[in-house]
Each structure stands twice: as C-alpha cells, then as structure tokens.
C-alpha cells in the first residue's frame, strides 16, 4: 500500500548507507547501482494536477544525475577518494527519497495531496537542499574529473540553489476552491454543479472509475490517521467526492469484484479465526466471563437481543463486559496479511467512515442519498436503475448516517419492485442494499413495517435468480432475528424456515454459511425450536456434517439442548455421526458433538446411550478426547464416559444387561464414580 502524503514531511530520520549499498561493492558497483537508481527516478512521470513544478523539478534534476554518472562510469576513476565514497552513498539515500516522495505522491489521493500541498513541497525543497549539501563536499578536485563533469555539477548544484520551496498560487487557489465548497455543504447549500465540474477537471477526477479509486484511496488515509482533526477533514472529502461523482458522472458500473483486494470468502480460514456465532471471521475477537471468544458485533447482537447465556456453554453470563483477545487478533491480522485480505476492525471504521459529529460529511451524504433516490425514481431503464441502486448498496455500507439517510429518503418502497428475478445483477444489488440497511436497528422496525419489503426478501430467499441473492436474503434475515420480537415473528414463517433449510442443504459454501447462522439465531427461541424439528432441522444438520461439520454440529447442540424430547427423537439417528466428528472433527466441532450426545444421553434414556455404546471403539474415542480436547470438551467427555459407565454397569435404572467395552483394554480404561 503507497504511503500517504501525510506522512512526508515526518520523514526526516534517514536509513544508513548500509541498508541500501553494501560496503564490499567495488566503486564501479556503486557507481552502476547510483546510475540505475538515478535512472528509475528520472524516468518518472511528473505529477500532472498538483505540485507540477516541484516535481518537474526534482525530476529534471535526477536526470543531470543521471548524465553525471554516465559519464562518471565512462572514463571511471580508477579508486574513489573515502570522501567521494560517503557522498555517493548519501546520494544513494536521497534518490530513493525521491523516488519514494514522487510515488507515494502519484499513488495517494488527489484531494488529500492537494490539502497538503504545502507540506508536500517542503519536502520535495528539503530533498533539493540535501541534494546541494552533497554535491557541495564532493570532492571534485580530489577526482581529477573531466572539465565537462565538472561543468555538469555545476549546473546541478546551480540548479538546486533554490532559497525556500515554491508554494503554487494555482495549487492555493483549487485548495481554497474545494473549502468553499466544503463549507457551503455544510451550510446545507447545494455545491453549484458547473464549480464543482470545473474543479474535479482540475484535479483530473474525470470519471465515475477514477472517483470511487479516490474514495479508496480518501478511506485508506483516513483509516491510517490518528490525528482526530485530520480524520474529519478526510470523512468530510469523501462526502465531497462521493457526492461528486454522482452527480457529475451518474452511478457507476458495478464491478464484479474488487481492483485491489480479496475477500475472507475467497479462502477457507482457520476455524479457530471464526466467530461460533456468525461463523465468519472475526475482526475484532473479545472474550466473556465464560472464557469463549466471539466476534464483538456478533456477541453484542446476541445480548442486546435479549439473551444472558453464553451461545456456546449455555452458561448464564455473570457480566456482559467483553474482553479484548489481543493476541487472537493479531494472530488473524498476521494471517489476513499472508493472504492478501484486507482486515479492520468494523468498529473503526465505523468511526472513521461515519463520524456523527461531523456536519460537512452528513450534510454531503443526505445530498448524495437525495439525488440517488430522486434518480431512481424516474429510471426509465433497467441499467440505469442497477446503476443507482448498485450506488446505494454500496453507501448503505460505509456507515450508520449513509444506512439512516437512505432509510428516511424512502428508498426501501423503490428497492421492492427490483426483488423480483427478471434481472438478476438488479436483484442481488436491491436485497444487499436491504441488507446494509438492516444494520442499523431503526432500519429493522423500517423493513418489517414497510409493505413488501419483508415479504419481497424471503421470496428471494426461496425462489431468488442466484446463489448470491439468495444467500444475502438469508444474511437479511439474520440480521432481522437480532430483534427478539423479529425473530419470534420470522419463526413462525414456514416460508422462512423452508428457504433457509433449502439453501443450507443445497447452495455453494459462502450462501450456505449465510443460511445456518439464520438458523442459529432463530434456534435462540424456545417456541422457534419446534418449527425448525418440523422443518427437518436435524436432517439437514445431519447432511451437512460432511462438508461443513463445526456448522452442522453447533446447529444440533443448540436443537438438542433446546428442543425437548421432540428433538431427542429426531436426532437418534445422527448419534453414529457424532461419534464420527467426535473421532475426527476439529477442536471446536468435536466439543459441540460431546456436548450435544451428554445432552441426547441424558435425556434419551437407555436405548440412545445403547445406540452410542454399539459404536466400536467408542470409549477409546471419548477417552482419547479427555487427554486432548478442550477444557470444556474434556468435562463433557468425562461425563459421557460416566453415562456409558452407568449403563454398563446397569445403574441407570432400566437397563437389564451389562454391557462389556471389548475394543478397550485394560489397561487404557479408567474407573470414574458412579
């Protein structure tokens, strides 16, 4: 990722000559590193819209270095004096400063270099001025050199004589341009189009492509800040751009995916990096008073929904106060960055993209949302409507003030009429912007209450175009279920409960991942429990154990231990399989078996734990777990292996025969008190 702007003029502590030339090079080495250096840097291209002539000038300069070094290598002195040695060395340093300043400048943003500007030329003066500080000590006499070299650093030290740096008019002007209309957004007074046109020409933000790369490029500086005051002034930017580039150049063309960056659904993460709720990576791991570690959003939505427990122990929560896992996040960061995923927390860049308080960047979103909605409104074809919506979807993710504009701008009644599967690029773009806004809670009491909305999201859930609209219809209703109220109602749907089921057993990974943790969810109520055991929940779990086992067996505990008898007797036949993740699956999935068989144990009577105890080798499997699973793991395995015990030994009151572990010898039994 390039440097930001920002960061020049901070950079003062030069690296050592070491960490560039080593000093065994010979002095013809030295001078052919130096030349090619030279040459990379003057090859550059100048900045075309701000700091023109700073950059010009460095770059004219890099090519009298160049030249000077040619001819150095041309007729080379046969040693270099120790003094022409150091400055040649330091020169090495300060072209690749130079280099650096010139690409982190080409590569940043626009608008942020611009405000900048200032800063940014000291530096590229600062760079001058040690160029002429080198040049002054090389020891020309010393070299005996040509009088046509000597006449070259001559004009390169006349050339880098520069008293102080050049500020450009032409640069304050734009600058003080674009305040004004930062100012004038924040007033509420709508920018005049042809001013804000006439600026974006001059910062070459011509195009719809070209402004979203600067909105990246305006998030990624702003992400990167720790300065509060610099933060706001990059949020209120990206208003500024974002509402330009609607407004001058329309929608942009939905990109299928992203220029710069992979995503966590691309890749098959370590289980251990995923939230036992949302089963998706976690960004930002905390752990509760039982010792689990979830996701912060995800364990929040659980609490604020109503619960007191821990998802995964059942336990009651003596405090709802979440500690930071430092170290498990770093270790995801380590891994993300392997990977080439980018990874932030949400709860920063929430900050960072939303920012209440600032005025300039709400006032130039409800602008944006305005247009956008007004656009839609009188689209009078399906490209153009995918184009504005597509637009929305992606405002609706940036942050709360974005998802709460788009809400009471009325947008939720025109995204009804795109659910439908004649276009599917328009469907999948309409249920994700549903989605983004079902973020926010007042979004939730919007999507339930509006006509259609509710309705139009669960038959995409059932009947959508793609595996892709599908699989965001069920994120939808997940997000939805994060409303006590919500979920009881969803519960009830058969429609609901048929979709997500169907989309479990049958769509690709990543849509079926967005269908359990629905599931899950609903799983929290009581009454809900019963529709899922009629839904065929514990079949479907069953089935997917294969592919997805820490998914299907985290979905059967919480059917178990929730369900009742009704959900003993179905998951009878699924014991086998258990015992099969109990014997293979992963630390996580292998807790979630040995936990839901004490539970089918317990509540099952004799005949489930018979069924359990024909399985070969059984015990060695539960005794194999105690010595390696879990802490929690290894007490449910303990108290398996008590209830298979108890039954061997015809203690648990109904059983007539005693059953004889024959696959366990001797000496790897244990005795435990009955």
Same mark, same amino acid.
């Given at each position: 990722?390039?440097?930001?702007?920002?960061?020049?003029?901070?950079?003062?502590?030069?690296?050592?000559?070491?960490?560039?030339?080593?000093?065994?090079?010979?002095?013809?080495?030295?001078?052919?590193?130096?030349?090619?250096?030279?040459?990379?840097?003057?090859?550059?291209?100048?900045?075309?819209?701000?700091?023109?002539?700073?950059?010009?000038?460095?770059?004219?300069?890099?090519?009298?270095?160049?030249?000077?070094?040619?001819?150095?290598?041309?007729?080379?002195?046969?040693?270099?004096?120790?003094?022409?040695?150091?400055?040649?060395?330091?020169?090495?340093?300060?072209?690749?400063?130079?280099?650096?300043?010139?690409?982190?400048?080409?590569?940043?943003?626009?608008?942020?270099?611009?405000?900048?500007?200032?800063?940014?030329?000291?530096?590229?003066?600062?760079?001058?001025?040690?160029?002429?500080?080198?040049?002054?000590?090389?020891?020309?006499?010393?070299?005996?050199?040509?009088?046509?070299?000597?006449?070259?650093?001559?004009?390169?030290?006349?050339?880098?004589?520069?008293?102080?740096?050049?500020?450009?008019?032409?640069?304050?002007?734009?600058?003080?341009?674009?305040? =004004?209309?930062?100012?004038?957004?924040?007033?509420?007074?709508?920018?005049?189009?042809?001013?804000?046109?006439?600026?974006?020409?001059?910062?070459?933000?011509?195009?719809?492509?070209?402004?979203?790369?600067?909105?990246?490029?305006?998030?990624?500086?702003?992400?990167?800040?720790?300065?509060?005051?610099? =933060?706001?002034?990059?949020?209120?930017?990206?208003?500024?751009?974002?509402?330009?580039?609607?407004?001058?150049?329309?929608?942009?063309?939905?990109?299928?995916?992203?220029?710069?960056?992979?995503?966590?659904?691309?890749?098959?993460?370590?289980?251990?990096?995923?939230?036992?709720?949302?089963?998706?990576?976690? =960004?930002?791991?905390?752990?509760?008073?039982?010792?689990?570690?979830?996701?912060?959003?995800?364990?929040?939505?659980?609490?604020?929904?109503?619960?007191?427990?821990?998802?995964?122990?059942?336990?009651?929560?003596?405090?709802?106060?979440?500690?930071?896992?430092?170290?498990?996040?770093?270790?995801?960061?380590?891994?993300?960055?392997?990977?080439?995923?980018?990874?932030?927390?949400?709860?920063?860049?929430?900050?960072?993209?939303?920012?209440?308080?600032?005025?300039?960047?709400?006032?130039?979103?409800?602008?944006?949302?305005?247009?956008?909605?007004?656009?839609?409104?009188?689209?009078?074809?399906?490209?153009?409507?995918?184009?504005?919506?597509?637009?929305?979807?992606?405002?609706?993710?940036?942050?709360?003030?974005?998802?709460?504009?788009?809400?009471? %701008?009325?947008?939720?009644?025109?995204?009804?009429?795109?659910?439908?599967?004649?276009?599917?690029?328009?469907?999948?773009?309409?249920?994700?912007?549903?989605?983004?806004?079902?973020?926010?809670?007042?979004?939730?009491?919007?999507?339930?209450?509006?006509?259609?909305?509710?309705?139009?999201?669960?038959?995409?859930?059932?009947?959508?175009?793609?595996?892709?609209?599908?699989?965001?219809?069920?994120?939808?209703?997940?997000?939805?279920?994060?409303?006590?109220?919500?979920?009881?109602?969803?519960?009830?749907?058969?429609?609901?409960?048929?979709?997500?089921?169907?989309?479990?057993?049958?769509?690709?990974?990543?849509?079926?991942?967005?269908?359990?943790?629905?599931?899950?969810?609903?799983?929290?109520?009581?009454?809900?429990?019963?529709?899922?055991?009629?839904?065929?929940?514990?079949?479907?779990?069953?089935?997917?154990?294969?592919?997805?086992?820490?998914?299907?067996?985290?979905?059967?505990?919480?059917?178990?231990?929730?369900?009742?008898? %009704?959900?003993?007797? %179905?998951?009878?036949?699924?014991?086998?399989?258990?015992?099969?993740?109990?014997?293979?699956?992963?630390?996580?999935?292998?807790?979630? %078996?040995?936990?839901?068989?004490?539970?089918?144990?317990?509540?099952?009577?004799?005949?489930?734990?018979?069924?359990?105890?024909?399985?070969?080798?059984?015990?060695?499997?539960?005794?194999?777990?105690?010595?390696?699973?879990?802490?929690?793991?290894?007490?449910?395995?303990?108290?398996?292996?008590?209830?298979?015990?108890?039954?061997?030994?015809?203690?648990?009151?109904?059983?007539?025969?005693?059953?004889?572990?024959?696959?366990?010898?001797?000496?790897?039994?244990?005795?435990?008190?009955?």
């Amino acid at each position: 990722m390039a440097v930001s702007p920002g960061a020049f003029p901070a950079r003062k502590r030069r690296p050592s000559a070491g960490s560039f030339v080593s000093p065994s090079l010979s002095d013809h080495r030295l001078l052919q590193s130096l030349l090619l250096l030279s040459q990379e840097t003057s090859s550059l291209q100048p900045l075309k819209s701000i700091l023109k002539q700073n950059s010009s000038s460095i770059v004219r300069k890099t090519k009298l270095l160049s030249l000077l070094l040619e001819e150095l290598l041309r007729d080379p002195v046969p040693c270099l004096p120790p003094t022409a040695v150091l400055c040649f060395e330091e020169l090495y340093i300060l072209l690749q400063r130079i280099k650096t300043l010139i690409e982190d400048c080409q590569n940043g943003s626009k608008m942020w270099l611009l405000m900048l500007h200032e800063s940014v030329a000291s530096s590229f003066h600062e760079l001058t001025a040690d160029l002429l500080t080198v040049l002054d000590v090389f020891p020309v006499r010393e070299m005996n050199l040509t009088e046509d070299v000597v006449e070259l650093v001559c004009l390169i030290r006349k050339h880098c004589s520069e008293t102080k740096a050049f500020v450009d008019p032409v640069d304050e002007d734009l600058k003080t341009d674009v305040n =004004k209309l930062l100012l004038s957004i924040q007033r509420e007074i709508v920018p005049d189009h042809s001013k804000l046109k006439e600026i974006f020409d001059r910062l070459q933000l011509r195009d719809s492509a070209i402004c979203g790369d600067e909105i990246e490029c305006l998030e990624d500086e702003a992400r990167n800040q720790t300065d509060e005051k610099s =933060k706001a002034h990059l949020v209120a930017l990206i208003g500024l751009v974002r509402y330009a580039k609607c407004v001058l150049y329309g929608a942009s063309t939905p990109r299928t995916t992203s220029r710069r960056r992979r995503s966590a659904a691309d890749v098959n993460f370590p289980a251990d990096f995923r939230c036992p709720i949302s089963l998706d990576l976690m =960004k930002d791991p905390v752990v509760v008073s039982t010792g689990q570690t979830y996701d912060r959003a995800s364990i929040s939505l659980w609490i604020e929904s109503g619960h007191n427990t821990c998802p995964k122990t059942g336990q009651i929560l003596a405090h709802t106060d979440f500690i930071p896992n430092h170290a498990l996040k770093n270790l995801i960061a380590m891994w993300c960055r392997q990977q080439r995923i980018p990874f932030e927390s949400t709860e920063p860049r929430e900050r960072c993209n939303g920012m209440a308080a600032n005025k300039t960047a709400l006032e130039a979103t409800k602008m944006t949302v305005l247009f956008l909605v007004d656009k839609l409104t009188v689209a009078q074809s399906t490209e153009t409507a995918n184009r504005v919506v597509h637009e929305l979807r992606a405002l609706a993710k940036t942050d709360s003030d974005s998802r709460a504009c788009i809400a009471e %701008a009325g947008a939720l009644p025109l995204l009804v009429k795109f659910l439908g599967g004649e276009q599917p690029n328009l469907q999948v773009n309409a249920v994700t912007t549903i989605l983004n806004l079902s973020i926010l809670d007042a979004n939730k009491t919007r999507i339930m209450e509006t006509d259609g909305v509710l309705n139009g999201v669960i038959e995409v859930l059932r009947s959508g175009a793609t595996w892709e609209a599908k699989g965001n219809a069920a994120a939808t209703i997940f997000s939805m279920t994060g409303v006590h109220a919500y979920r009881k109602k969803l519960g009830r749907k058969a429609r609901v409960i048929k979709g997500l089921m169907d989309l479990a057993r049958d769509g690709p990974i990543s849509s079926r991942r967005d269908a359990l943790v629905a599931i899950l969810n609903l799983a929290g109520d009581r009454d809900t429990v019963g529709k899922l055991i009629e839904g065929g929940v514990v079949e479907m779990a069953s089935e997917i154990m294969e592919g997805l086992p820490e998914e299907g067996v985290t979905i059967l505990e919480v059917i178990v231990r929730k369900g009742g008898l %009704a959900a003993i007797a %179905a998951a009878y036949h699924v014991i086998k399989r258990l015992a099969t993740v109990l014997r293979e699956g992963t630390d996580r999935a292998q807790e979630s %078996a040995a936990a839901t068989l004490v539970n089918i144990c317990r509540k099952g009577g004799p005949e489930v734990v018979a069924e359990l105890a024909s399985i070969p080798g059984i015990e060695r499997v539960i005794w194999e777990f105690m010595g390696m699973g879990t802490g929690r793991g290894r007490r449910k395995a303990a108290t398996l292996l008590r209830i298979l015990r108890r039954w061997a030994a015809g203690l648990d009151g109904s059983a007539t025969t005693v059953y004889s572990v024959a696959n366990v010898s001797a000496s790897t039994r244990i005795v435990l008190p009955v």
